[in-house]
Nanobody
Framework: DVQLVESGGGLVQPGGSLRLVCTAS????????VAWFRQAPGKEREGVAA???????TYSDSVRGRFTISKDYAKNTLYLQLNSLKPEDTSMYYC????????????????????WGQGTQVTVS
């Protein structure tokens, strides 16, 4: 089974940057879709960015132009570069993976993702 472990979260001032890292293990066949979600207390989990196997990226309106998703396939590692952070970006951030298409569309449906990490906290204050 695929296991995902996130790291890189922390406390940062508004306007600052962070890079989140998600390391995968147990991968025998690379998932075709990988993504980052976030969830703030009392709110639903929100899809932030998705990366399809062909390199297609999708971002939510709230982070487009500020966040960048990328992957090192050789290391089975997924990244999320967070720039120009705002207090409203404060959340627990999760990486997720699934096999199949419609990666960007399925950012709207967290239940469609098969594998999840335990999350890393980002606090902007």
């Amino acid at each position: 089974d695929v296991q995902l472990v996130e790291s890189g979260g922390g406390l940062v001032q508004p306007g600052g940057s962070l890079r989140l890292v998600c390391t995968a293990s147990g991968v025998t066949t690379s998932p075709t879709c990988v993504a980052w979600f976030r969830q703030a207390p009392g709110k639903e989990r929100e899809g932030v960015a998705a990366l399809e196997y062909n390199g297609t990226t999708t971002y939510s309106d709230s982070v487009r132009g500020r966040f960048t998703i990328s992957k090192d396939y050789a290391k089975n590692t997924l990244y999320l570069q967070l720039n120009s952070l705002k207090p409203e970006d404060t959340s627990m951030y999760y990486c997720a993976a699934r096999s199949g298409g419609y990666c960007g569309y399925l950012l709207q449906t967290s239940a469609a993702w098969s594998y999840w990490g335990q999350g890393t906290q980002v606090t902007v204050s």
